[in-house]
């Protein structure tokens, strides 16, 4: 569960970022964080994994206060990134790609071999295993990236611009793996982006315009609406 109360966030050149944002997004949910470019997207997400601090408000991840934590670690471990461009190690390939954060925290070649195979059969690439990334098209190795995010299992998942560097069809493809992966490992998942075709993925949709939230629709306020528009 995350969650943010009047949460306002000025940077020290006095740039306002975010103002007055309240949200709360269930265990398990997926939501699409649209918005034109400079918004507050990434500023948002970039609070939840603690990589900037929040000016005033309150902000809870699994009812954990976080301006509270002194140790972050704990709290990035149940954390997965997604970024725009997911830097993969060029000298390594696939598998040892997701494979990595797992021989750092010292898991067992076995433990290794189940999770990272699960992680790349989910994102559709487990046939390209022993591929150098620089062999991959963009959205094989945006899978990578993502690939590499749940392969620890983390219970939330945030994107950044996910799709930036991709073309719509692409673009469509990656949306739509996030979906399933919702769907499969119910991980909370949020996801940035400028890309307003999300409508048509049917998820939690929250527009920031202006540092503001300036809608918010779940997916099934929508046929509710169409009944009370259709009397
Ligand atoms: N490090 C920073 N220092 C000062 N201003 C920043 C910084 N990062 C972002 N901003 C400003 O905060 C606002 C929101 O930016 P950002 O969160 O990056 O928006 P988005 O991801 O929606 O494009 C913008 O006006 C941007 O210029
Ligand atoms: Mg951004």
Redesign the pocket.
Known sequence: MIELYRVNKE???G?T?LKDISLHIPMGQMVFLI??????????LKILYKAEEFSSGRVLIGRVDISRLVDYSPLRRKIGLIFQDSSLLPQLNVFDNVAYILRAQGASEREIQYRVEGALNVVGLLDRSKDMTQHLSGGERQRVGIARAIVTNPPILLADEPTGNLDPVNSLKIFQLFREINEKLKMTMII?THDPRVHQLKKRIIQ?GN?QIIMDTEPSELPMFRSLTAV
């Open positions: 940077y020290s050149n740039q970022a918005g034109e470019s400079g918004a507050g997207k990434s500023t948002l940035a920031l540092s």
